[in-house]
């Protein structure tokens, strides 16, 4: 089994930068790729983006793409999501997820094995 647990969620204003963070315990050393996903309430769960646990190559959704990186610390297998320029629309629950497949399975949410419970961002307009 591998527990993710997410931090680093908040307040921040319109225009702002926040990171999220994920790190996962267990049996992370199974783990091929790490994800971010967000949901806000009344809507699916969405995709964000995701990273290579083995060579930490990252992959972003169009909605974020440019002002969101993702990173990874193979060390202790974490991973950061920093977002930037963040807009009241990016406000949601954000979740991590990983899997033990490759990155090559693509972004659906059914290919992740484990998920963090979730932190919640919150952007002021």
């Known amino acids: 089994q591998v527990q993710l647990v997410e931090s680093g969620g908040g307040l921040v204003q319109a225009g702002g930068s926040l990171t999220v963070s994920c790190a996962a315990s267990?049996?992370?050393?199974?783990?091929?790729?790490m994800g971010w996903f967000r949901q806000t309430p009344g809507k699916e769960r969405e995709f964000v983006a995701d990273?290579?646990?083995?060579?930490?190559?990252?992959f972003y959704a169009d909605a974020v793409k440019g002002r969101f990186t993702s990173y990874k610390d193979s060390r202790v297998i974490t991973t950061d999501l920093q977002m930037n320029s963040l807009e009241p629309e990016a406000a949601a629950v954000y979740y991590c997820?990983?899997?033990?497949?490759?990155?090559?399975?693509?972004?659906?949410?059914?290919?992740?094995?484990?998920w963090g419970r979730g932190t919640q961002v919150t952007v002021s307009s």
């Open positions: 267990g049996r992370k050393f199974e783990l091929k790729t």
């Open positions: 990273i290579s646990v083995e060579d930490g190559t990252p």
């Open positions: 997820a990983a899997r033990r497949r490759t990155r090559g399975w693509g972004i659906r949410q059914i290919t992740y094995d484990y």
